[in-house]
């Protein structure tokens, strides 16, 4: 129970997938400037996250590995495309049944609901857990060994890219009436505030939970 | 040879290099150009591997691409980006074993790197191999020019060195010149990269004038 609640915090925020990693900044970047979306947007990449960890967990486990062992054959090769599939077709899922329950969040998110099939903090997610599986549960609390550790870094990993996004969208709000210079205006200016709330979270690095 | 290197072929190359950079102004791929530009050898093994998958993808999507049926357009993309990505990273495994453990998941996330998808379906989708492979390998020396610069003043000051030789010298450490640890911390790379924006900006609004 403690290793769960461990990878939980340490995903939001010492692994922070934006701020430690930098995965997923293309969409970050242009859908962080109003609050709205970006916590819309920050949803339905938590629900991808939760559908496509796990499912990437029992891939690796139960069929490439597995094969490994017991002919000899080893099929971790093919992990990137299998793990790109389930992706494309686990949100292609979202897809239509987001367009059926809410069309209004649907018409709000427009291309950035297909865009997060390609978005690199849902395959960065699938990549370490991959990593981590070979981690020793013992001695590591960033290890995952179980269905349950898979869907407990996939939530802390979505929840700490909707943390950083609607963080981001509320100073570019307010920083939408400051005096920044030309050539710094857009995204010059949002690079380096996104450098310097990455610094803030280096605090976090500390935590021994 | 006046054909091959047309006036259309050219601006396909030039381009992506100053003028259409696909850091700089298309903002496209800052996720790896963060995180393997600690140090400089790491950063220009990305930013090789980069050019080749982009140029050969491109000329591969180019000569299928009125054979594929627009619904499963983006599957096939992914799978052939896949596949290209998988044989690189394997290539770099056994070549350059420790460079390859520096990159870790970053090498499966040239897959999602959104300069290659985004080259596939602005460039590649409507134009023949030839120019595909030259917006290909134009749009990947762009990227790893950006990488290289990052990697280079972030290695300089954050460790003293380049591509591992030491160059400040032993001297300026007992004058009591110290590394700028920050430097070497991901914070860092994003407010660096804002200011290359800024003055890649400053520099072309200068010349457009």
């Known amino acids: ?209 | 040879m006046s054909k091959l290197f047309s006036k259309e072929s050219k601006a396909a190359f030039t381009n992506p290099l100053n003028l259409d950079n696909p850091i700089a102004v298309q903002v496209l791929g800052i996720c790896s150009a963060l995180a393997v530009t600690s140090q400089l050898k790491p950063a220009i093994v990305m930013g090789l591997s980069v050019t080749v998958i982009t140029a050969f993808s491109n000329v591969i999507i180019s000569l299928i691409r009125k054979t594929i049926p627009n619904r499963i357009r983006i599957i096939v993309q992914l799978v052939v980006v896949a596949a290209l990505v998988t044989i690189v990273s394997n290539i770099l495994k056994a070549y350059v074993y420790d460079v390859s453990v520096q990159l870790s998941v970053y090498v499966g996330l040239i897959i999602t790197n959104c300069i290659l998808m985004g080259r596939l379906e602005a460039f590649a989708m409507m134009n023949g191999p030839w120019e595909s492979f030259l917006d290909g390998i134009g749009n990947g020396l762009g990227y790893a020019i950006i990488l290289v610069v990052v990697g280079f003043v972030r290695e300089l000051f954050g460790f003293g060195s380049i591509l591992g030789f030491q160059v400040i010298p032993q001297a300026a450490y007992d004058a009591g010149y110290m590394n700028n640890g920050m430097m070497t911390m991901p914070a860092m790379a994003l407010v660096l990269l804002g200011c290359v924006i800024w003055a890649h900006r400053a520099y072309n609004k200068e010349e457009k004038k």
Not at chain 1, 36 to 61: C, R, S
Not at chain 1, 84 to 108: N, R, T
Request: proline residues 3%; contains cysteine.
């Open chain 1, 1 to 209: 129970m403690e290793h769960f609640f461990s990878l939980f915090v340490r995903s939001i925020f010492v692994d922070n997938m934006i701020f430690a990693f930098f995965l997923g900044m293309c969409s970050y970047l242009a859908v962080s400037k109003n609050v709205k979306t970006a916590f819309g947007l920050g949803i339905a990449v938590t629900f991808v996250l939760l559908i496509t960890v796990p499912v990437d967990y029992l891939l690796q486990t139960r069929i490439l590995e597995k094969y490994t062992f017991e002919g000899g054959l080893d099929l971790t090769f093919l992990s990137f495309i299998l793990f790109i599939a389930v992706i494309a077709g686990m949100v292609q899922l979202v897809e239509m049944i987001v367009e059926k329950f809410s069309p209004s969040l649907y018409a709000a998110l427009g291309i950035f609901l297909p865009l997060i099939a390609v978005n690199c903090a849902i395959m960065g997610a699938s990549l370490f857990m991959q990593q981590r599986i070979l981690l020793d549960p013992a001695t590591s609390s960033q290890a995952i060994s179980s269905v349950g550790d898979s869907i407990a870094y996939a939530l802390g990993s979505g929840i700490g890219w909707l943390l950083a996004i609607v963080c981001l969208a509320a100073i570019r709000e307010k920083m939408a009436y400051s005096d920044v210079p030309k050539p710094l205006q857009g995204l010059g200016i949002t690079f380096i505030t996104v450098g310097l709330m990455a610094m803030a979270f280096m605090c976090f690095s500390g935590l021994n939970i």
